[in-house]
């Protein structure tokens, strides 16, 4: 299945995203490409930020014809300080890069589980952090943090994936308890598997972890708990994104947009 990227001309406008400035960490490829594209059809200035200069290269050409403008920011999100500094001035904030490990508790790299929570949950806050100022200054502010079925539920294998999730669905709802009066509104999107190259490179680990074939791991690992049989897109994750951004959206807060066909259901 494919989604758009972009919804027609009037539904775009709903978000009143004109005039705004966005940033989106991960922007290069999957779910972050698709948010920062989504963003820009709705009339925004995207701040796109990845470590990957040809793909956000890419990125600026494919959003050249969209109402809103991408701009390009090759960030290591380890370095917080910049992290910090570059979420100053925008009046929205996607939270998204991420990386992944599967590994035995036993056998994971102590630096990886060490990357692992710097990326996707120290480098959050830090953005959050550098982002807040301003948003509080003109009562007006959209966090949106992109965590996973993950940060609702753990999966054998995953300790840093999950410790970092969790650990951005209470950094998400402290942020909505001191943004709410200052007009500003912080949440997570919960996808289960999305069709990314994130996903897509843990199909060997998760063959040898589990022990079976790989040809066997989408639908007896990763689509086994989703009563939707199918990847997530990453421009339908992209949409609950852009919803969260809406004026519309006011009183939407502290909350999980979860979009995991069914797997927490269970």
Not at 98 to 118: A, K, N, S, Y
Not at 214 to 234: F, G, H, M, Q, Y
């Amino acid at each position: 299945m494919t989604v758009p990227n972009t919804l027609p001309g009037p539904h775009a406008s709903l978000l009143g995203l004109g005039g705004r400035t966005a940033l989106v960490t991960g922007a290069a490829g999957g779910i972050g490409r698709a948010c920062t594209l989504r963003l820009a059809a709705a009339g925004a200035k995207v701040r796109a930020v990845d470590l990957d200069a040809p793909g956000l290269t890419e990125l600026v050409e494919q959003a050249r014809d969209l109402a809103g403008t991408v701009e390009p920011h090759v960030l290591d999100l380890t370095d917080l300080d910049a992290a910090e500094h570059a979420a100053a001035g925008t009046d929205v904030l996607v939270n998204n890069a991420g990386l992944q490990l599967v590994r035995p508790i036993e056998e994971f790299p102590p630096d990886v589980f060490h990357t692992v929570l710097t990326v996707m949950l120290e480098a959050p806050f830090r953005l959050i952090r550098g982002a807040l100022p301003h948003m509080y200054g003109q009562g007006w502010g959209r966090i949106v943090n992109v965590s996973s079925v993950h940060g609702l539920r753990a999966s054998a294998f995953k300790s840093a994936y999950v410790a970092a999730k969790h650990g951005l669905e209470g950094l998400s709802k402290t942020a909505a308890l001191e943004g709410a009066p200052h007009g500003v509104t912080s949440n997570c999107v919960n996808p289960a598997y999305v069709r990314t190259p994130l996903v897509e490179r843990q199909l060997t680990d998760q063959a040898r972890a589990h022990g079976i074939p790989e040809e066997r791991v989408l639908t007896e690992v990763l689509l086994k708990d989703s009563a939707v049989k199918r990847l997530i897109e990453p421009e339908e994750v992209a949409e609950a994104v852009a919803y969260l951004c809406g004026p519309h959206t006011s009183f939407v807060t502290g909350t999980s947009l979860v979009l995991d066909g069914g797997w927490t259901a269970h």
